[in-house]
Structure formats: C-alpha cells, structure tokens
C-alpha cells in the first residue's frame, strides 16, 4: 500500500465523521477536526489524523467524555478558569483560547485557565489562534508523565507543550514556536516505532534510565500498545526539567488540572494580548519587518544556505500545503482510519481501504 494524498477539505470531513461517530457532538468534531488537519497542514503529521486512534482508544476506556459539560468556574473581567469535564482536548481547548482571546479584545489581555482537560493536539494551533485576531498569543498544556527528573529514572512529570505565536510584519511571516520540554515529542516514538525506525541517542531513555536509540525500549516489553516504561530526554538536560516543572505550575498547579497520570484531566493555560495596547500595530509590524529581514540577513555559518526564524520552515510548510490543497495519509494510517469505520459501523466488516476512501 503507497501513500494516499486527499484535498484538505477531505481530510477534515474524515477527522469529522471519524470524531462523531466515536459519540463526539458535531460542533465539538468539527473544532476537534480543525485541529487535526491544522496538523497535518503545518508537517506535524504525528499530531494529525494518526491521533484518531488514540483518541477513540480514550473514549473507550474512559480517560475521555465524548460529551463534556464545559462550564466557566471563576472569572474576571480578564481572567477565566474553566471545567472541562474531562472532554476531548481538541474539542474542549478552543474554547478556552476564544475565551482569552474575547477578554484579551476588551481589556487588553485575557487569561483563560482549565482543568479536567485532555490531550489537546498541537500547542501552536491555540497560539494562533490568537495571531489570527492580531494579537500575541501563548498556549501550555500538562500532559502524561514523560519525562523522569534530572538524576530520575521515573516518568513522574509531562513533556510540558507550550507555544508563543506573534503576528508577522507587513511583509514578513508571523514569528512562533510550538514545542514540547523533552527533546522530541512522544508522538514522534510512535511514529518511529510505526515505521520500523531506529532514532537518535539523546531521545529517550530505558526503564532503567540509560539511553537507547530503539523506540521500543518506551515501551512494556517492546509492545507498542504496552505500558510506557522508559522516559523522553528533557531539552537540554536539566534546563528542559525546570521548563517541565515551570509548565505544569503554570497549565496544572495554578489551575487545578492535574500533573500526569493518564493524561485525564490535564490543565491549560491560554493567553491573549493585544498589542495595539503598547503600541500602534502599524508601527509593530514595522518593527517585526526590521527584526526578521536583521535576523534573515545576518552572516550565515559556512554550509547554511539560509537563516529561518521560529516557526518559519512550519509556515512556508502550511503555505504551500494550502495551495496544492493535498494531505498525505500513509498506509498505516489509512488501515487504522478503515478499522476505525469498521469498528463504528460506518463500513461492512471486511472492507478495505480502497471502500473507505470511496466514501469521501
């Protein structure tokens, strides 16, 4: 089986229906499935339609109520915490970023909290979000436990996603970066171990605590649908740890989510700024265009061929998916969404891939 390319609009209706009829309600799939084809938009296929399978695997055991009750438990005229009611992340974050956002247009910066969330996709999805309404936007999650403290050989802390997002000049592209506090993301050993690939020294640890570049060692005797035993490295070592901590006091501690464990009930943290309110836009986003055109332009590193700033090779990525209108689903992906439609009903048992792709 060869990688499949559909249209994004494709893509999307897939998350959809794939989301709905794991019992999410519509208007929550439709935000989940923005998130997940955003994903895969900006080559972060790891956190894009793949992650279905995990997100149906959390509703059926629990960690996941399809159907949340997303309520606002204390607020200010800048500040807000919410529930979440243990929802689906990718269902339930967007409303926290809106809700900083709405604050953040009336006062000049909102704080939205939450607690009883779960995984939420991409941190720079949220980030944007706010870029998106020209102002700076900051997006923290809690996740399961990843990553063992400096000297550890326990995962007992989250890999601390996080991401700062700034609207770009009159001619320059929006500067942010979106990234986890281990080196690489967990989803990035799944795919390694999907592939059948070895990865580098430095990502992961054993479950004794000493480095491998086999992405099984993560995993209860070598079984990728068992337990996770090893750790992700911290980035940059013990810098990376106190990142991690900082991360879940501020997405977690501060706001009543939790700090690990399976993953339910993790906390958020969204904020939104408006920087009309330090200065006039026009004059930023001439200042933006002087920093990225100093930074673009300064002495190269012989070999380096061009400088990028944060979260550039991901937009000029996003640009050119969004005109050729494609995104790529590899074999084992396009297996896991058939089964998934299978399992739900949506096809007969036994059918292919080639039937589930007929329906779209």
């Not at 509703?59 to 606002?72: A, E, F, S």
């Not at 995962?155 to 997002?165: I, K």
């Not at 990142?243 to 339910?264: C, D, F, N, P, Y």
Request: hydrophobic share 40%.
């Amino acid at each position: 089986m060869e990688e499949r390319i559909v249209s994004i609009e494709t893509a999307r209706q897939i998350a959809k229906d794939s989301l709905m009829s794991f019992g999410v309600e519509e208007a929550a799939a439709v935000r989940g499935a923005d998130v997940l084809i955003a994903s895969d938009i900006r080559g972060v296929g790891s956190h894009g339609l793949p992650r279905l399978i995990m997100y149906e695997r959390d509703i059926v055991n629990g960690t996941v109520n399809p159907k949340p009750n997303v309520r606002i438990v204390n607020e200010t005229a800048s500040t807000a915490n919410f529930d979440c009611d243990f929802g689906c992340g990718i269902t339930v974050a967007p409303l926290v970023m809106e809700k900083a956002i709405e604050m953040a247009k009336k006062t000049g910066i909102g704080l939205a909290g939450a607690k009883n969330g779960n995984h939420f996709g991409i941190a720079g999805y949220y980030s944007l979000m706010a870029v998106k309404e020209n102002l700076a936007g900051y997006a923290a999650s809690g996740s399961v436990q990843l990553i063992a403290p400096t000297g550890g050989a326990e995962a007992v802390l989250g890999n601390g996603p996080n991401s700062w997002a700034f609207p770009g000049g009159k001619t320059s592209p929006g500067i942010m970066y979106d990234m986890a506090c281990s080196t690489v993301a967990g989803g990035k050993i799944e795919m390694a171990v999907r592939a059948n690939k070895e990865i580098p020294v430095g990502w992961i640890q054993d479950k004794d605590g000493h480095d491998t570049t086999n992405p099984l060692d993560f995993f209860e005797d070598q079984n990728p649908k068992g337990k996770i035993v090893g750790t992700l490295s911290p980035l940059g070592g013990v810098k990376g740890y106190c990142l991690t901590v900082a991360m879940e006091m501020i997405s977690a501690i501060m706001t009543g989510g939790a700090t690990g464990g399976t993953g339910r009930g993790l906390g958020y943290f969204m904020l939104a700024i408006d920087i009309a309110k330090f200065r006039p836009f026009e004059e930023y986003q001439e200042a933006v265009d002087a920093y990225y055109n100093k930074i673009k332009n300064s002495k190269k590193r012989s070999g380096v061929e061009e400088i990028f700033l944060p979260g550039e090779i991901e937009h000029n990525y996003t640009v050119n998916r969004l005109k050729e209108n494609i995104v790529p689903i590899n074999p084992v992906v396009q297996q896991d969404l058939t089964n998934l439609a299978i399992k739900y009903n949506r096809l007969p048992a036994g059918a292919s891939v080639d039937d589930f792709f007929a329906m779209y």
